[in-house]
């Protein structure tokens, strides 16, 4: 059955920690949303994954930081980048007042 849901809903008043929906998953693909209200990775912890990862910033602020020689990235709204598989990253920072919203497309490469 066909199901339409809006990315905007379904989020609690009160969010201790980020919230992550998984959107559509298969074997070489996996979408989610995630909602950050203040959230950051826990200091020293990055994140190196065997995929690659797109993310979107729907709405919000946010800053990446990177374990290699990139600078840190600061996201508005509309911002997305690439995250390459290995790139060690981690969520610096989230606006501590307003939902930063990401869509997140996790992938595997075809060879």
Known sequence: MLTVKNIFTEIPTQLPEELCSCLVQNAQLHIE???SRGHQTAPGQ???QDHDEWVLL???AAILAFDAA???KKLQAGDYC???AH???RVAWTHPD?????LAVHYNKQD
């Not at 307003?98 to 990401?102: A, E, F, G, R, V």
Request: charged letters at 20%; one cysteine or more.
């Open 33 to 35: 949303r995630i909602v």
């Open 46 to 48: 990055w994140y190196d």
């Open 58 to 60: 729907i709405q919000g």
């Open 70 to 72: 990139l600078p840190d």
């Open 82 to 84: 690439l995250i390459p």
């Open 87 to 89: 790139c060690k990253h």
């Open 98 to 102: 307003m939902d930063s919203i990401w």
